[in-house]
C-alpha cells in the first residue's frame, strides 16, 4: 500500500517529477560521459605507451637504470634472445643498445637518445614500423640508416636522404663520430618523444661502441599482464645479477597518470551525484511542505510515523529510480556508440601531442561501472530523502490539519 501511494503521489505533480528525473537522466549522462572520456584517454594513453614503447618488462645492468652510460651493457649475449621467446608468457621480446649522442646537421645541434635495434624483432614487440610515415624502416642490415622523429627532422631542416653526424662515446671512452643517412621518418604521436629519440641497427652501432654481441636492455611484451611477477622471478633466475623491472618502474609517472585517472573518473561521478542529493532534498522538501495539511490527516486517522518516514522515502528512490535508470541507459547507449566511431580532436592536434595522447579519443566503461552507478543513485536517494522524511514524521497532527 506504501508504495503504491508513494507512485501515485509523485505523478500528482506531473511537472516537478518530470522535471527531477530528466535532471537526474541528464545529470548522470553527462558524469558517466565524463568519466568515460577520462577513461579511454588513459586507456589509449597505457596501451600505446606499454605496447609500442616500454613493453611489460625490461632487463638492463644494475647500474645503467640510474646513470644510462655506455659501458653498463649487460654482458649477455643477444642470443639468449631466443631462450626468453621460447617462454609461453612471453608475446615478443626484443634487445636494444641505447647510446647518449648529439646529433648534427647543417643548421642544428642537439642531444639524442641513439637506439640500435634489431628491426624485426623490435617490429614485433613495439610495432614501431607502423610510426614510419616516410621512407622505410631499417630496411638494410648492418648499415648506417638512421630513423628520425618527423618533429626533429623538421627542427634540423633535414629530410629523407639526408646526412647527419652523431657523436658519442664508446666502451673505453673515447668519443666516436660517425654519418648516418636518413632512411625514414616517423611520427609516435608525442612531439617529445620523436624529437628524443633515433633508431639504427643494432649491428652497427654496437661495432661503432665496441659492445660486441651484447646489449643495454632487453624489453618483453606479455601475453598478459598478469604475468609480470612471475616471469620477474624467472628472468632473475635466468640472468642473475641483471635488473629486472616492470613498466610501473620503468615508468612511475604512467602509473600514476593511470591511478589519477581512475580517480578523476569518480570525482566526476561524485560530483554529479551531490547535485543529485541536493536537488532531490529540495524536491522532497517542497513536497512536504505543500502536503503538510494532508500528511497531518493521515497520521490523525491512524497513520504511524514510521509509515510517514517510509512514504517520503520510497517517493524519493522512486523519482531517483526512474531518472537513474534513464541515465544509466542513455550514458550506455551514447558510451558505446562514440566507443565505437571515436571523438576527433585533430583540431587540437598539435596540444593532444605535445601531452602524448591520441587525437581520436574512445570512450570506455566497463559494465560493473554501470552496477556500481545504480547502487550509488540509491544510496544518494536515500541519504537525500532522510531530512524530508523527518520533517514529515516530526509534523503535530492536530495543527497540521488546521493549514
Same mark, same amino acid.
Given at each position: 500500500m506504501i508504495l503504491r501511494m508513494a507512485w501515485r503521489n509523485i505523478w500528482r505533480n506531473k511537472l516537478r517529477s518530470v522535471t527531477i528525473m530528466v535532471a537526474v537522466a541528464l545529470g548522470l549522462t553527462a558524469g558517466v560521459f565524463a568519466s568515460a572520456m577520462i577513461n579511454g584517454m588513459m586507456l589509449s594513453r597505457f596501451q600505446e605507451f606499454i605496447e609500442n614503447q616500454i613493453s611489460h618488462l625490461q632487463l638492463h645492468h644494475p647500474d645503467f637504470v640510474g646513470q644510462q652510460e655506455v659501458y653498463q651493457y649487460t654482458g649477455v649475449h643477444r642470443d639468449e634472445l631466443q631462450k626468453v621467446l621460447e617462454n609461453p608468457m612471453v608475446r615478443a621480446a626484443t634487445v636494444r643498445t641505447k647510446v647518449h649522442s648529439m646529433i648534427a646537421s647543417a643548421t642544428y645541434t642537439g642531444g639524442v637518445e641513439l637506439m640500435g635495434v634489431l628491426p624485426k624483432q623490435e617490429k614485433q614487440t613495439t610495432g614501431f614500423h607502423n610510426n614510419v610515415v616516410e621512407g622505410s624502416y631499417l630496411e638494410k642490415p648492418g648499415t648506417n640508416e638512421v630513423l628520425l622523429g618527423s618533429a626533429l627532422a623538421e627542427k634540423m631542416r633535414v629530410q629523407l636522404g639526408s646526412r647527419v653526424v652523431l657523436t658519442f662515446q664508446d666502451v673505453d671512452h673515447n668519443m666516436v663520430s660517425a654519418a648516418f643517412v636518413i632512411s625514414g621518418l616517423y611520427e609516435t604521436g608525442h612531439t617529445r618523444y620523436d =624529437?628524443?629519440?633515433?633508431? +639504427?641497427? *643494432?649491428?652497427? !652501432?654496437?661495432?661503432? &661502441? /665496441?659492445?660486441?654481441?651484447?646489449?643495454? =636492455? *632487453?624489453? !618483453?611484451?606479455?601475453?598478459?599482464?598478469?604475468?609480470?611477477?612471475?616471469?620477474?622471478?624467472?628472468?632473475?633466475? *635466468?640472468?642473475?645479477?641483471?635488473?629486472?623491472?616492470?613498466? /610501473? =618502474?620503468?615508468?612511475?609517472? *604512467?602509473?600514476?597518470? &593511470? =591511478?589519477?585517472?581512475? +580517480?578523476?573518473?569518480?570525482?566526476?561521478?561524485?560530483?554529479?551525484?551531490l547535485g543529485l542529493a541536493f536537488g532531490l532534498l529540495n524536491t522532497m522538501l517542497m513536497a512536504v511542505y505543500e502536503r503538510t495539511r494532508e500528511i497531518g490527516m493521515m497520521m490523525a486517522v491512524g497513520m504511524n510515523k514510521q509509515r510517514i518516514f517510509a512514504l517520503i522515502l520510497f517517493e524519493t528512490l522512486a523519482l531517483s529510480l526512474v531518472g537513474g535508470l534513464f541515465g544509466v541507459v542513455s550514458s550506455w547507449a551514447i558510451v558505446s556508440w562514440v566507443s565505437r566511431v571515436g571523438i576527433d580532436l585533430s583540431a587540437f592536434d598539435d596540444v593532444m601531442k605535445e601531452i602524448g595522447f591520441s587525437p581520436v579519443i574512445y570512450p570506455v566503461l566497463e559494465a560493473t561501472f554501470f552496477l556500481t552507478l545504480i547502487l550509488f543513485v540509491m544510496l544518494t536517494a536515500l541519504v537525500a530523502s532522510i531530512y524530508p522524511s523527518l520533517r514529515a514524521m516530526r509534523l503535530n497532527p492536530a495543527e497540521s490539519a488546521k493549514r
Open positions: =624529437e628524443s629519440f633515433a633508431l +639504427v641497427h *643494432m649491428d652497427y !652501432l654496437n661495432n661503432q &661502441v /665496441n659492445i660486441g654481441e651484447s646489449f643495454h =636492455e *632487453m624489453a !618483453l611484451l606479455l601475453t598478459d599482464i598478469e604475468h609480470i611477477p612471475a616471469m620477474t622471478q624467472e628472468l632473475e633466475a *635466468m640472468f642473475p645479477g641483471l635488473h629486472v623491472r616492470a613498466w /610501473n =618502474e620503468v615508468s612511475p609517472e *604512467m602509473s600514476v597518470l &593511470v =591511478e589519477a585517472g581512475d +580517480v578523476f573518473s569518480y570525482i566526476f561521478l561524485v560530483i554529479i551525484l
